[in-house]
Structure formats: structure tokens, C-alpha cells
Nanobody
Framework: QVQLVESGGGLVSAGGSLTLSCAAS????????MGWFRQSPGKEREFVAL????????NFADSVKGRFTISRDTATNTVYLQMRSLKPEDTGIYYC???????????????WGQGTQVTVSS
């Protein structure tokens, strides 16, 4: 079974930038969709961004559109989330996940990483 490990989280000031990485323990199949989700205290996990592995078709939540971008490296089986113009409301635990559907729903992803904390101070 594939393991996903997120890294790159930390503390950043509002307006700053941060890049998260998600490394998979094995090859990401071409049919896969890789997604980023985040969760704040007391809130449900929400969609942030996704990328179709083969075509690199992307989708973003309205709240991050224009500020975040998602990319992948097939050689290292790694997906990235590049975040800029960060806001305090971006604070949360960020998770990467693998699924087979082009979907923004957590229910359509079966493999999840452990998460990495992102804190944006005002």
C-alpha cells in the first residue's frame, strides 16, 4: 500500500509564502488524482487543490484560487502545493491524498498522509 508523507509546513507571516511537499512511497499511477486538503480546529476537512497525474489538469478551491498552485514530479512521485499571499485563515493541518476520481470530496480519496501544520500569523 502506498504511503504519503507531507512536509514543509511551518509558521509564516501573513502575505508570506510556503511550499508543501507530499512524497509517495511508490509510483503514482497515471490514472490517479492527487489532492490537497486542510483542516482547522473545530472544522471539517476541506478541499484545497487537486491535480490529475497524467494530464496535470488542476482544480482549486475558490478561497485559494490565484494564490496557490499545485504541481507534481513524476520522477520522484511527489506532489507540491505552492502557497503565496498567505492569510491567517489558511492556517490548518494540510493533508495530501490519492484517489481515482476528479473530485473535491474527501470521500473520493482513499490514501492519506499524516498531515503537516501550517500556521499563518497576522
Amino acid at each position: 500500500q502506498v504511503q504519503l508523507v507531507e512536509s514543509g509546513g511551518g509558521l509564516v507571516s501573513a502575505g508570506g509564502s510556503l511550499t508543501l511537499s507530499c512524497a509517495a512511497s511508490s509510483r503514482i499511477y497515471s490514472s490517479a488524482v492527487m489532492g490537497w486538503f486542510r483542516q482547522s480546529p473545530g472544522k471539517e476537512r476541506e478541499f484545497v487543490a487537486l491535480i490529475r497525474w497524467s494530464s496535470t489538469t488542476k482544480n482549486f478551491a475558490d478561497s485559494v484560487k490565484g494564490r496557490f498552485t499545485i504541481s507534481r514530479d513524476t520522477a520522484t512521485n511527489t506532489v507540491y502545493l505552492q502557497m503565496r499571499s498567505l492569510k491567517p485563515e489558511d492556517t490548518g493541518i494540510y493533508y495530501c491524498a490519492r484517489g481515482s476520481q476528479f473530485s473535491t470530496s474527501t470521500n473520493d480519496y482513499r490514501d492519506w498522509g499524516q498531515g503537516t501544520q501550517v500556521t499563518v500569523s497576522s
